[in-house]
């Protein structure tokens, strides 16, 4: 299979298998939770990574109409402009706080043991990333909403620098020695002038990656280290570590609704790694973290 699914989801799934227990699958697979769709023959097995994106559609409750057309332009606007690319509360177990244990496990100098363990770690890695997204997210805020003489006494930057970013036409504002990717996949590149590289982040040719620290991770240079290096753990080294995109564009929105039900169906797609409950914390702008 390429990648893993919601547990409580009503999923599909390309999975392969040996040609040689197709029969014996005919006769074993007897639950009624599973149904096979469709089987084509191929020389190639389906291996992890092997995703292009991920289709969603799920259903919103108790949605007034008034909130589901609100919910309908927020969206669109989004599919444009792009939203920050957060790990889910998913990723942090049930009380939220998996990310603890992760570093314990991480900082003991003990090799992993199981699925659990790694588990745990990779979810101190996604604190570290969403910690660090969310910091470049305000900054970028902070630079957006207010003229530069307000903006550098917020954030301790010289009036010069402030200038130059403001400059940036997308609200993500990048730094030199950030890490680019072109997007949706590509080689990784580093910003050395940033109106060019914005200019390029606008278009959607490229976007910003985060770092998800761990063994042979790559980091960041110049001024965008300096804002990176706070959320690396340098210590963490019983996990591979990895670029992630920051910033990433849904597609192909659209949504139906209901009167007579107030639920409101959307529909969109993501890039392989990004979480659906993200995307719609973001157009309505409330947690979707049961209580």
Known sequence: YAGLKDK???SIQYISIPKQYEKEMDINLST???EILERSYNKTAIKIGHLKAN??????????????TFLNTVAIKMQAKGIPNYYGYQRFGEDGRSYLQGKSIAHSGKKLKGSKEKLLVSAYQSYLYNKWLSSRVELSTILTKHDFKIASQKLKY???LVKILQKQPQFFKLFLGDIMMPYPYGKTLYVKDMIHSGQSFLKKNISPTGLVCGENALRAQSDAYHLEEKFDDTELTSLKGDRRFAWIWPKKFESTYDKSTKQLRVNFDLPKGSYATTFLEEIGKFPLKPT
Do not use: G, R
């Not at 289709?55 to 409750?61: D, N, R, T």
């Open 8 to 10: 409580n989801a009503t």
């Open 32 to 34: 009624e939770k599973i």
């Open 55 to 68: 289709h969603f559609s799920i259903v919103l409750h108790n949605i007034h109409e008034k909130d589901a």
């Open 158 to 160: 010289p009036e010069v």
